[in-house]
């Protein structure tokens, strides 16, 4: 069967490109997708599989019974696209200004759509059950995985894989790991209120901006000082905005940024020390401020058993140049969720190419994937779907 699939998918590689390329074309923003969700159970309909729209919000899912009975095996691909203005100059740049793809989901799309179709023609040689979550809101916290499970998704499933078209990783690359791969990734906006002024006078104001600079430095103690260096953890200021003119003292600034943990005591520990070092920098000047802190995406965390079934098929596959184990990374993505309910595992298929200038990192205007990768990602969840099905029937896998 696994032959079978392999070149079936060859073959449909051609249109698996050009469905990319239209999605490429059309993004939409997490919580706004409307043509992508139609397009993709359109696509479940015409195959004649079964299909449930509006999943959680806007999510998909289709489910492939095969002929034979035997586990259920959940494979998840998003949707949504980025805030972004896609600068590349290609036939399939994006027509919607400001929003782009640029971070691979049209291509997770694409791939779980013709793996879709290759493995319903197998049918009836599957033994066991199929089940393709396409989720919308994956760059956007809340996200679309908390509702889409809590409208069912993983009812009855036993397993689930899925795969990240990784431009870290040369195309050919499978990267894998056992227990953390992506940090817990939350956010937070610090407001600081003094007293606004002349330039000219500042004895009489409260300056907000000094105390924000000051604020800036200090939170970078947190984590060079004040955490375990054996416990990884990132905080990142991302923005700073404060006053209009040069010679008026601002009476308010604003800090926004992102705190990456692995760790969930690190994480509260973390957000303790930055109330408390807020507080004090206000406190000893006599301004007020507001601190909001939101916690993002749970780590994702795989499953030993799970991530070595599908290391396993991965350095089977021929278009594979290599499997290897990953480090962990400081990013975020709501996956998490779904392997806190089911045993699994997420992977990174590799995606770059400088021969076509498939270089930049996700989420840059110039983002791109070599679509070579897709195939390889079809053929590798392909395998390790089938590998589980068949181990299942032999025996139970420990979890």
């Known amino acids: 069967m696994k032959e079978t699939l392999h070149k079936r998918l060859e073959e449909l590689y051609p249109d698996m490109v050009s469905l990319r390329r239209e999605l490429h074309k059309h993004p939409e923003l997490s919580f706004e997708e409307v043509r992508t969700p139609a397009l993709i159970a359109a696509f479940y309909e015409d195959l004649g599989m079964d299909v449930r729209t509006e999943v959680g919000g806007r999510g998909v899912v289709a489910t492939l019974n095969g002929h034979h009975p035997g586990k259920t095996v959940a494979l998840r691909a998003d949707f949504d696209a980025l805030p972004i203005h896609d600068q590349k100059d290609v036939p399939y740049k994006s027509t919607i200004p400001g929003v782009m793809h640029a971070c691979g989901h049209d291509g997770h799309t694409s791939t779980l759509l013709y793996l879709a179709q290759a493995l319903y023609e197998q049918r009836d040689t599957l033994e066991g059950t199929v089940v393709f979550i396409h989720q919308f809101a994956e760059e956007l916290a809340p996200g679309g995985a908390k509702p889409m499970i809590e409208d069912g998704c993983l009812d009855g499933v036993d397993v689930l894989f899925g795969t990240h078209l990784w431009s870290g990783f040369p195309t050919g690359t499978i990267a894998y790991k056992s227990d953390e791969l992506m940090a817990a990734a939350d956010s937070f906006e610090i407001v600081i209120k003094g007293k606004g002024g002349h330039g000219g006078i500042p004895h009489e104001a409260i300056d907000s901006i000094v105390i924000a600079s000051q604020l800036v430095g200090s939170l970078q103690q947190i984590v060079s000082r004040a955490i375990d260096p054996a416990k990884t953890a990132v905080l990142s200021v991302g923005s700073f905005h404060a006053g209009a003119a040069n010679n008026v003292i601002s009476e308010t600034a604003t800090l926004t940024g992102t705190v990456r943990t692995f760790d969930m005591d690190v994480r509260e520990d973390i957000v303790k020390r930055m109330e408390r070092m807020i507080k004090s920098a206000c406190e000893a000047v006599g301004a007020e401020y507001s601190f909001t802190y939101k916690r993002g995406y749970p780590p994702v ?3 030993e058993t799970e991530t070595k079934l599908l290391a396993d098929a991965a350095e089977n596959v021929e278009d594979v140049t290599e499997a290897i184990e990953t480090e962990a990374l400081m990013v975020g993505e709501d996956v998490s969720y779904y392997l806190q309910e089911v ?51 032999e025996t139970v896998i420990e979890r």
């Not at 699994?344 to 021969?355: D, I, K, M, P």
């Not at 200038?357 to 089938?386: C, Q, S, W």
């Open 301 to 303: 965390v795989n499953h």
């Open 343 to 393: 045993p699994g595992t997420f992977f990174l298929t590799g995606a770059r190419s400088e021969e076509i200038n498939a270089v930049y990192p996700h989420h840059h205007p110039m983002f791109d994937i070599d679509e070579r990768a897709m195939l390889i990602a079809a053929k590798t969840l392909g395998d390790v779907t089938l590998k589980y099905l068949e181990v299942s029937k």
